[in-house]
């Protein structure tokens, strides 16, 4: 069997871009294990500027959201029927004309929208989208051999869209030697630090809940704690705003992007890392907390709540409010003062570890190409 993703971007794992990094991650356990894989990637700038890999990576330059990149017909002409195309993302109009011709020339694709048709994605431009849904992507979707959820909240929101016939739930994965995890030992901090690390996207993170939550937090707990934000975006000056009008600018830290080595060392410096996202598919973000060994507070939406509380690898939000963050956050603040923190701290390694191996999804995901 020959795979071939296609993407928008180059898979490149240093990006700010979580489905360059899953696909980056999925290709390289797959040719691990033996497969023949390359990544289609469509970039508006054609040059290979990414870490080396072990599959290989063909750019074709967009040149028109409307056009099938030059090349890629040639390319799709050349395969047979051993090959299987898994496209990734959702509302990317050069995948339906590229799938149409894949299914011409009667070969095969599976598709994952990465979290594209959730509920309350679907609410940004919502008429524009369904418009879109009914002239464009309903093809994409219903005419795939399968689609791959990696989240159980977007199954419902993609019910309401198409009708499904195959699809298959099999998370993201995430392995431990993915990250370079730093071999100074985790220092303890006199006081709760609580983090977040993204793109500050103010309504799809939930941001504006988290900063409300820890601003009640706070107020209930003598005002011991800080808040760090990696990342950054167009909305940070918003957020900084909303920071300052809470009175808590003191005790949140912005410190913009950060990628790499240095990404990975503050987020090791935390005692609990923070998601109270409105919408997700699943986020990478939470397993590279999880493999440091910091306990996550996670909304239901992230749809990690299940594995956060099956595992007890740290706390799922009761509802994704302010009080409902400002009291997970003063749970989570007394755990660490009596020691239970390091029970969570070795659930949220061994969660990883168990459930979420690349070498094993690879396999699930070989299944539905199959």
């Not at 992507?137 to 005419?143: C, F, R, T, Y």
């Not at 300052?244 to 503050?266: A, C, R, T």
């Not at 440091?292 to 299940?306: A, D, R």
């Amino acid at each position: 069997m020959e795979i071939v993703h296609i993407i928008l971007g180059k898979a490149n794992p240093n990006r700010m871009n979580g489905v360059n990094k899953v696909v980056n991650s999925l290709a390289t356990y797959q040719a691990e294990l033996g497969y023949k894989v390359s990544v289609w990637g469509i970039t508006k700038n054609p040059v290979h500027d990414y870490p080396v890999r072990n599959y290989d990576t063909i750019l074709f330059k967009e040149t028109s959201k409307f056009f099938i990149p030059k090349g890629i017909k040639e390319a799709i002409s050349s395969k047979g029927s051993e090959t299987i195309f898994h496209f990734h993302g959702g509302f990317i109009s050069q995948f339906v004309l590229i799938a149409k011709f894949i299914l011409k020339r009667k070969l095969q694709y599976v598709f994952t929208p990465h979290g594209s048709y959730n509920t309350v994605a679907m609410e940004r431009s919502n008429w524009k989208k369904k418009l879109y849904i009914t002239f464009f992507e309903k093809a994409l979707v219903e005419n795939a051999k399968s689609i791959h959820f990696i989240g159980k909240s977007e199954i419902s929101g993609a019910q309401q869209l198409f009708q499904l016939k195959n699809y298959e739930l099999v998370p993201n994965g995430q392995n431990a030697e993915e990250v370079e995890i730093p071999t100074n030992s985790k220092k303890e901090n006199k006081i709760p630090i609580f983090g977040f690390c993204g793109r500050l996207d103010i309504k799809t993170k939930g941001l504006d809940i988290l900063l409300k939550g820890f601003a009640k937090y706070l107020d209930n707990n003598g005002r011991e704690g800080e808040l760090w934000l990696i990342g950054d975006g167009g909305e940070r000056g918003e957020l900084e705003g909303l920071a300052q009008n809470l009175n808590i600018m003191s005790q949140v830290k912005f410190l913009g992007s950060l990628y790499g080595k240095e990404k990975i060392e503050k987020m090791n410096q935390l005692d609990y890392f923070m998601l109270t996202s409105r919408n997700e598919g699943l986020p990478g973000v939470v397993l590279e907390a999880s493999v440091l060994g910091v306990p996550c507070i996670v909304s239901e939406e992230t749809n990690m709540g299940e594995y956060i509380s099956q595992n007890e690898a740290g706390i799922t939000l009761s509802k994704n409010h302010p009080s409902a963050v400002a009291d997970a956050m003063q749970m989570a603040s007394c755990l660490k003062d009596v020691g239970i923190i390091k029970h969570f701290q070795k659930n949220a390694i061994s969660m990883v570890e168990n459930q979420f191996n690349w070498k094993t999804i690879v396999n699930q995901l070989t299944a539905i190409y199959a």
